[in-house]
């Protein structure tokens, strides 16, 4: 069966540091792998979306990597914040059963001053 | 993108009884989805909410403890029918941007069961 994995433990790391957040996916082929972030209470904000046919896609201080190969896509925050702490979710498109999108657990990071 | 309201922003309701969350959109859309979000889980799609027909169901939900209507491309209903402690979460209407495969979020519907 389709599964999507991420650390389900939090990150933890201190202001101004690379913050890396990993996706691992088995048993599927996803056209496109999105990153979301969630604060406490409150609905997923997309962040970045990556196609299958692209590597690596940036936007300010995110950087998302995208393997097909290793079935993995890596999520980095440079220059973290306080801000930034929050649960991460990956979410892969259209999955086997023609539906949008699938979610990881989530990863949450908490950045210290 | 996409605005999303959803009423209400939360409730306390009573086992047995049913509730009904409103979700709506600032433009037309083609697609939108129904989430269950469990305390410390991530997001599980209940359904899709197709305009003018039966909404599709994926495994594990069914209409008739979800009934979901959708009237026209802004505007959509999922009703938690006879509920149990069981059915506390975070309900999310979804929708898809544009031309973009991008899914945007609603902010939730907080449901506790007693």
């Known amino acids: 069966s389709q599964k999507i994995e991420q650390n389900s433990e939090a990150l933890n790391i201190q202001e101004g540091k690379t913050a890396t957040l990993t996706c691992n996916y088995t048993?599927?082929?996803?056209?496109?792998l999105q990153w979301y972030r969630q604060d406490p209470g409150r609905g997923p904000v997309f962040l970045l979306l990556i196609r299958e046919n692209e590597k690596e896609k940036r936007k300010e201080r995110l950087k998302v990597t995208f393997d097909t190969t290793l079935k993995q896509s890596l999520f980095h925050i440079t220059a973290s914040q306080p801000a930034d702490s929050a649960t991460y979710l990956c979410a892969l498109g259209p999955n086997n059963a023609g539906n949008m999108l699938t979610f990881g657990g989530g990863t949450r990071l908490m950045v210290k001053p | 993108s996409a605005v999303i309201s959803q009423k209400p922003s939360r409730d306390i309701c009573q086992r047995g009884t049913s509730l009904t969350i409103q979700c709506q959109v600032d433009s037309q859309v083609t697609m939108m989805f129904w989430y269950r979000q469990q305390p410390g889980q991530s997001l599980t799609l209940i359904a899709t909410?197709?305009?003018?027909?039966?909404?599709?169901?994926e495994s594990g939900f069914v209409i008739d403890k979800f009934p979901i209507s959708r009237p026209n491309l802004t505007f959509s209903t999922l009703t938690v029918s006879n509920m149990s402690p069981e059915d506390s979460s975070i309900y999310l209407c979804s929708v898809v941007g544009g031309y973009t495969d991008t899914q945007y979020f609603g902010p939730g519907t907080r449901l506790t069961v007693l």
């Open positions: 048993n599927y082929s996803p056209a496109y």
């Open positions: 909410a197709n305009q003018g027909s039966e909404a599709t169901y």
